[in-house]
């Protein structure tokens, strides 16, 4: 016998860490909301601003707030928020975000589009200049590096609804219980590139995502912990190698393995023009030193693998200059957008 349906359609979960103004500004945005059958849980990892104290959660059905003594990071955060959760889908949202009043009503809407699919992501646009994308999901070169397609570019080239390889954390939904199949986020990540491994874990085990051009959120791109800060840069250099030869198939990883060490030789050297060797080389030789204990371990591995080395590689970008100019990678493949859905539109 199935479980019965969970009444929540939706759990929205925000992750603060000293979000300040933002977190009330997605609070808002969520309380503003058309489809109003959620669950809001913030998870807040010790923060220190006052952002929580001063709160306004009122006019909200069903909020709670889960006070963390430490900064657990994101990863763990989130992995908090989908344990506590009860709602069928999961959405996350990120504190320096805010949502259209029509954007849970959209995703809803993709669920019964699309019935067949459980990965989904928001369409992002810069809070700060809206003639700016701040994102159309995240791509992945076959060569190890995931981007933000589209970050920083014009908006009029937000692509149509299509498939992307993973959702961005800053708005990404999945089934909840697909969510914890899969252990949630690798908690070694902390942040930076763990819903990246995730969806890179999904697509092995032969699930899509769906990018969703009218599911629009606006962010303030690495708002709190800032886009070149030496932790951001450390955490992303580390992670990326991390989700690279965690997940990569051998042969695959054979082959766009020279590439790979080519592409992180420039970066390293490009550093130096940020003034962000020592956080770059850090976060190199760590990802170098620590991915043996990775792969050792059965936690946050894909098992059993079920996606063809054809059908993975479709789903990745092949062009490094696609990455270098942040180009969105989004698929209108109908044929493969047909079989995530009913043959009948119910929306139609």
Known sequence: ??????????????????????????????????????????IDNASTDGSIESLDISGLSSCEIIQNTDNLGFAVGNNIGAKQAVGQWLVLLNPDAHAE?????????????????????????????????????????????????????????????????SGCGAGAMYERQLFLDHDGFDERFFCYCEDVDLGFRLQLAGERCIFLRDAIIHHHGSGISGKHSEFSIYHGTRNRFWAYVKNMPFLL??????????????????????????????????????????LMSSKWRTKPKRASLAALSR??????????????????????LNTLRTAIDPLS
């Open 1 to 42: 016998m199935q479980p019965a349906a969970s009444p929540i359609l939706f759990s929205i979960v925000i992750v603060n860490y000293n979000g300040g103004e933002y977190l009330q500004a997605a609070v808002d945005s969520v309380r503003a909301q058309s489809e109003q059958n959620f669950e809001l849980i913030i």
């Open 315 to 336: 789903q990745m970008a092949w062009n490094p200059w696609r990455m270098s100019q942040r180009r969105t990678h989004v698929r209108q493949d109908e044929e493969e």
């Open 253 to 294: 990883l054979l082959l766009t393995l020279p590439v790979h060490i080519a592409l992180s030789t420039y970066l390293l050297v490009r550093s130096f023009k940020i003034k962000r060797f020592r956080s770059t080389a850090k976060g190199m030789w760590h990802g170098l030193v620590g991915a043996p204990a990775l």
């Open 101 to 165: 009043p029509n954007w849970l009503e959209t995703l809803r809407d993709a669920t019964i589009r699309y019935d067949k699919c459980r990965v989904f992501a928001s369409a992002q646009y810069d809070a700060s200049d809206p003639s700016k994308m701040d994102g159309a999901g995240d791509a992945y070169l076959a060569f190890g590096y995931p981007w933000r397609g589209g970050y920083g570019r014009a908006a009029s080239e937000m692509p149509d609804t299509g498939l992307c390889f």
